[in-house]
Every structure is written in structure tokens, then in C-alpha cells.
């Protein structure tokens, strides 16, 4: 019996040690643990940016009357930019006596509205930013202006110039004024008034 025994003891102990699961180390358990964390951490940062972006998406909607432009300052002039703010859009070329009448005008709405949220933004149908800053300065002009806005202005269905409308708070077309006459004043305020 004893003869056996020998034989069995280190059969039994094989079978122990090849069965015997080897525990992971502290260190690797520490590691997977940090990685897991920060797999998790990522994909957080991940879902919280979808969601941001996709805000932002729905915050503002580009309709028919969007437009980015160049503007005299050397930026652009996006309409996106004015979210949730009426807009008074006056389309103009720099050498119409119309609109030389009409822009001083415009610049006092813009003084007397642009802290209660009213934006006026002056869009030029021509390319030169030259002649817009000239304009700009002998007129006074303060309220944003850009150029090259042809392809806008058709967009708008712009017939002569100057041409203002007044957008509301989503950007959609409240009212239009083709010419300019100093009896559309009263009118035009009445529109910011609403609008505001």
C-alpha cells in the first residue's frame, strides 16, 4: 500500500498545481480598474459634447434668410451670431442717395434699440469693402456693415435698393420696406417694438 501512495500523492499534487488559477497581480488589477474608469470618463466627455453640439444645432436653425458675410471689420457677419435677436437688415450700395438718406436713420434706431436687443446689420450688393468703409465714415455708421451680399440680396428677393427688413426673433421676415422715406419711421419702430 504503501508503494501506492507515493505515486498518488504526486499524481494528486500535479493536478492541484496545474488546476491552481494564478491571482492577478495588484498592479494589473489597478491598471484595468484606471483603464475602465477612464474608458468611462471619455465616453462621458463624449456624450456630454453630442449633447452640446446637438443644442447648439437646436438653438438655431438656418432658414431662407441666413446669411454669412464678410464685414468691414475683418470678420464675418453670420446671422447665427444673433440668435434669438430681431434683426433690422437694410441692403444698400454705397453711391444710392436713398440709401445715404436712409443709413443715418438707421444708425439712430440702432441707438436707441441695440440695448434693448435690436441688432441692424447694413448689407452692401457690392464687393468692394473700400467703398463700404467710406461710406461707413462719412455717414457715421456704427451698427455692423458687410459686402459682397448680391447673392444674399437675391436671396431676399431684393428689388432696388435700399430694402429693409425687419427679421424677428427666429429670423423669419416680419416686414419689408422697399426705398426708404423718413414716413417709415413709424412704421419701422412699430415693427422693432414688436418684435423685441
Request: hydrophobic share 30%.
Amino acid at each position: 500500500m504503501k508503494k501506492y501512495l507515493i505515486p498518488a500523492m504526486i499524481v494528486v499534487s500535479v493536478c492541484i498545481s496545474s488546476c491552481k488559477k494564478e491571482e492577478p497581480k495588484v498592479e494589473d488589477t489597478a491598471n484595468q480598474t484606471q483603464n475602465i474608469s477612464q474608458n468611462t470618463n471619455e465616453q462621458k466627455i463624449s456624450d456630454k459634447s453630442d449633447k452640446k453640439d446637438s443644442n447648439i444645432k437646436k438653438a438655431y436653425e438656418k432658414k431662407d434668410t441666413y446669411f454669412s458675410l464678410p464685414s468691414l471689420s475683418g470678420s464675418q457677419i453670420d446671422l447665427a451670431n444673433y440668435s434669438n435677436k430681431p434683426v433690422l437688415l437694410v441692403f444698400f450700395t454705397e453711391n444710392c442717395p436713398y440709401c445715404r438718406k436712409a443709413a443715418p436713420a438707421m444708425q439712430e434706431l440702432y441707438q436707441k434699440y441695440s440695448s434693448k436687443g435690436l441688432t441692424v446689420v447694413g448689407i452692401s450688393t457690392k464687393d468692394d469693402p473700400e467703398a463700404t468703409k467710406e461710406f461707413a465714415k462719412e455717414l457715421g455708421i456704427k451698427f455692423p456693415l458687410a459686402y459682397r451680399g448680391r447673392r444674399i440680396a437675391i436671396n431676399y428677393r431684393v428689388q432696388g435698393v435700399p430694402f429693409i427688413y425687419m427679421l424677428d426673433k427666429n429670423h423669419e421676415i416680419y416686414d419689408a420696406w422697399m426705398g426708404y422715406d423718413d414716413s417709415y419711421l413709424t412704421e419701422i419702430e412699430s415693427a422693432i417694438g414688436h418684435t423685441l
